[in-house]
T-cell receptor, first 112, second 116 residues
């Protein structure tokens, strides 16, 4: 199944389902957004990014959607696999373009 | 190829002691970033280096925190007179060029600091 809505700290899905992870960002002037995946004991790993002049971008099994009107970002993972279990963070570029501002993260648990 | 490396992987220290954390960025990356991640939280920006430009220190939480980057490569984050609230994972990242807005940051595995 899918879960759509406001930011949730945890999301549990069955293997093969589609997952949707949501994120709200703060700065309407942000021009770059990125999703990272962090497995336990490791640093964050890049998944996909999107610039503000786009509203959708697709990668391999992942899609990022950007709604600038409501300052909302989402990550869709198709056919979720157990290896997708991790914490997912959205991030936006700060105004100076010198760093990323990270959200709180959503823990995705995939059961087989 | 080699990614971002950090050392030590774990550091346990006593309150009041100074600690140094090291980061080796990916070769050729001109930008280097330090972040802090407290347990169960997102990443908090600390400092940013880009080439020979003055670093952006706006994220450093207090004057006990400092960082330097020698020769445009290796960076050291120093925390003086450590406090228990400094306990966290300290993550380093590097990117090919400086603008965080348009370049993927590659993260190291982090240094887990525990202050007793």
């Amino acid at each position: 199944g899918e879960s759509v809505g406001l930011h949730l700290p945890t999301l549990s899905v069955q293997e093969g389902d589609n997952s949707i992870i949501n994120c709200a960002y703060s700065n309407s002037a942000s021009d770059y957004f990125i999703w990272y995946k962090q497995e336990s004991g490791k640093g964050p790993q890049f998944i996909i990014d999107i610039r503000s002049n786009m509203d959708k971008r697709q990668g391999q099994r992942v899609t990022v959607l950007l709604n600038k009107t409501v300052k909302h970002l989402s990550l869709q993972i198709a056919a979720t696999q157990p290896g997708d279990s991790a914490v997912y963070f959205c991030a936006e570029s700060n105004q100076a373009g010198t760093a990323l501002i990270f959200g709180k993260g959503t823990t995705l648990s995939v059961s087989s | 190829g080699a990614g971002v490396s950090q050392s030590p992987s774990n550091k346990v220290t006593e309150k009041g002691k100074d600690v140094e954390l090291r980061c080796d960025p990916i070769s050729g990356h001109t930008a280097l970033y330090w972040y802090r991640q407290s347990l169960g939280q997102g990443l908090e920006f600390l400092i940013y280096f880009q080439g020979n430009s003055a670093p952006d220190k706006s994220g450093l939480p207090s004057d006990r925190f400092s960082a330097e980057r020698t020769g445009g490569s290796v960076s050291t984050l120093t925390i003086q007179r450590t406090q228990q609230e400094d306990s966290a994972v300290y993550l380093c990242a590097s990117s090919f060029s400086g603008r965080a807005g348009y370049n993927e940051q590659f993260f190291g595995p982090g240094t887990r600091l525990t202050v007793l």
